[in-house]
């Protein structure tokens, strides 16, 4: 069983890299679907989602954490725009929320609740 301390430690190293990709100016990558970009972000926020309840649940609601990481998502959305590199888009949004509203009802399914 991995500890509550392991998936705190986790899920601030993912979210600063989440952050950090977020930001900063990539090459562009090959796309083999037209939704790949968002796949990727889908995947990448339901895997954020599900490490940030395993390490707080016990401290937190289940759909306050939630919030807080739709609220990252957008946060991150709306800096994009500022960069001058990359910018902001609604489906990508929608695509972190679905992964972030995935996560958290098959964790709760998962905890029986």
């Known amino acids: 069983m991995?500890?509550?301390?392991?998936y705190k430690i986790a899920f601030w190293f993912l979210l600063t890299a989440v952050g950090t990709l977020s930001m900063v100016a990539l090459q562009?990558?090959?796309q083999m679907l037209n939704w790949q970009d968002k796949l990727h972000h889908?995947?990448?926020y339901t895997g954020l989602c599900w490490i940030l309840l395993a390490a707080y649940e016990k401290q937190q609601k289940?759909?306050?954490?939630?919030?807080?990481?739709?609220?990252?998502?957008g946060c991150i959305e709306f800096a994009q725009?500022?960069?001058?590199?990359?910018q902001a888009d609604?489906?990508?949004l929608l695509a972190n929320i679905a992964g972030i509203l995935v996560a958290a009802l098959l964790y709760r399914v998962r905890r029986g609740s």
Do not use: E, H, N, Q
């Open 2 to 6: 991995i500890s509550v301390t392991t």
């Open 90 to 92: 609604l489906m990508d």
């Open 42 to 44: 889908f995947l990448a």
């Open 28 to 30: 562009p990558m090959p």
């Open 62 to 73: 289940i759909w306050k954490l939630t919030i807080l990481l739709i609220l990252f998502g």
């Open 81 to 86: 725009s500022y960069t001058g590199y990359r």
